[in-house]
């Protein structure tokens, strides 16, 4: 074939494919921009959380919906965006990429790539916004979600598929049992994601370098939306991570999310909603404020076998002013949640850490999302550290207390000491229930209340090494019996006369 006939053969195949009908483009014009916010008029048909595009690519999202404007966030740079730039409708809702491709990244609130390691590949997206699952398509948490932090797994119990929020003041260890309990999940097929909202980036980066270090980034996923981010990407971040985590439960999976945290989370909403000059209501807040965090954490759920069986476990955080719990935003998650960890400053700050108000601590799970063993030997340990509370009081005239209350005391000392631990160590379920076992069942009373937390520690790995088939027996979960529980008393006898 001549030059001129593939020419003109190649012309025809491309007349052929040219669409030449009318395309019809809902196209506005921006009238007013100001601090990532844009004001559009002419667009007459625009949904909620509508993606729009602005110039250069760049997206924005559309929030408010009033008679001649539509307000919408811009998802990314618009230093290069003016008023009197043309704004398109998409007719698509905001969503994200999903999938496994996610698992040991770090990723912005768009699911884009913040670690160097290239593209994120994903042919499955989720909305960002999602209907939570209804009432019929959950069913009863009871299967426990093991932090690795003993005074959590004993007294303040986690299921798969509840929201047990961690408040307190700043600097109070809050990021720190977060993160351990991703770290505990190693080998427990869970899937895990943290959000970090308005936090330093120097802070996210030395959490994602202690996950790494521990081979814990192979199953969790960071969106990251520092403070240096815009609010409106701020805002988004925890709808996305909810939007990958169920991406996970609909196959079945057990996920943890942790927002770190929501307060900040609400301050990117006010600004946003104030932006869009929405009416303030109290605190400035918007009045949908409660609504904002109640549809995300309503996502939270653990479902029946018919939908899948998967479960989604959420860990919020929220920062007190003072420890005040009664202002607005913490009373609002409070309500929502299955639950909440205080961590007390005085506490923290006199030693005790985890530093964890027992009396403002509760799950409203209870002992159903704990394992028969630890349920065995926990609800003694409960009962004993009140009694203590109560007695503490009267510690000063120990002199004149009778031998029973002076043991009583001793033994919740003993106790407090034993539930303390440091970050990056979680315990297993097998550590956890021996060092109860051995405290509540009176074998350390002869030891100083200095002496419990060495003693605890180097008697499980005496145990580890001598009674491999005893601790495989305990790390089951299962009630220890009559013969275990006095075999596990004969090998404490045993360490002890050696030690």
């Excluded at 260890?173 to 899937?191: E, F, R, S």
Aim: charged letters at 25%; one cysteine or more; glycine letters at 8%.
């Amino acid at each position: 074939m001549s030059d001129a006939k593939r020419i003109v053969e190649e012309l025809k195949k491309e007349i052929e494919g040219l669409d030449l009908g009318a395309k019809q483009s809902n196209v506005g014009e921006i009238v007013e921009l100001k601090d990532g916010i844009a004001r559009i008029s002419g667009i007459s048909e625009s949904f909620y959380s509508e993606l729009l595009e602005f110039p250069g690519g760049i997206l924005g999202l559309a929030l408010n919906l009033e008679e001649d404007t539509v307000g919408a966030i811009i998802l990314g740079d618009y230093s290069g965006i003016k008023a009197g730039d043309l704004v398109k409708t998409t007719g698509r809702v905001a969503s994200i990429p999903v999938g496994d491709a996610l698992l040991g990244r770090v990723v912005s609130p768009l699911a884009e790539p913040l670690d160097a390691r290239g593209n994120i590949v994903s042919s499955a997206t989720y909305p960002i916004e999602k209907i939570a699952p209804g009432v019929m398509a959950r069913k009863a948490v009871t299967e426990p979600l093991q932090t690795g932090w003993r005074a959590i797994d004993a007294m303040i119990p986690i299921g798969r598929g509840q929201r047990e929020l961690i408040i307190g003041d700043r600097q109070t260890g809050k990021t720190a049992l977060a993160v351990d309990t991703i770290i505990n999940q190693k080998g427990q097929d869970v899937v895990c994601i943290y959000v970090a909202v308005g936090q330093k980036e120097s802070k996210t980066a030395k959490i994602i370098s202690e996950l790494r270090e521990r081979g814990s980034m192979d199953y969790t996923i960071i969106v990251d939306a520092p403070a240096s981010a815009p609010a409106s990407l701020q805002y988004l971040a925890p709808f996305s991570a909810a939007a990958m985590g169920e991406y996970f439960m609909d196959q079945g999976k057990d996920v943890l999310v942790i927002y770190d945290d929501l307060s900040k989370h609400a301050w990117a909403y006010r600004e946003i909603s104030l932006l869009l000059r929405r009416p303030p209501g109290r605190e400035a807040y918007p009045g949908d404020v409660f609504y904002l965090h109640s549809r995300l954490l309503e996502r939270s759920a653990r479902l029946s076998e018919k939908y899948g069986g998967g479960s989604i476990t959420t860990l919020p955080i929220i920062e007190t002013q003072a420890g005040d719990v009664s202002a607005y935003i913490p009373t609002n998650v409070i309500s929502i949640t299955d639950g909440q960890i205080y961590l007390d400053t005085d506490l923290f700050f006199s030693g005790v850490r985890p530093a964890i108000n027992v009396g403002l601590s509760v799950s409203r799970v209870g002992s159903s999302a704990q394992t028969k063993a630890m349920k065995q030997f926990a609800g003694k340990m409960r009962l004993e550290l009140a009694q203590f509370r109560e007695l503490a009081a009267f510690a000063q005239f120990e002199g004149d207390l009778d031998e029973t209350t002076k043991r009583d005391l001793a033994r919740g000392r003993r106790l407090t000491e034993l539930l303390k631990q440091d970050q990056w160590e979680p315990q297993s379920l097998s550590r956890q229930v021996v060092g109860i076992f051995a405290v509540t069942q009176g074998l350390t009373d002869e030891l100083d209340v200095a002496q419990i937390r060495a003693f605890d520690e180097k008697l499980y790995r005496y145990l580890e090494q001598n009674e491999k088939d005893l601790i495989a027996k305990i790390a089951t979960g299962e009630k220890l019996d009559d013969a275990t529980m006095k075999k596990l008393t004969e090998a404490i006898g045993e360490f002890k006369k050696m030690a």
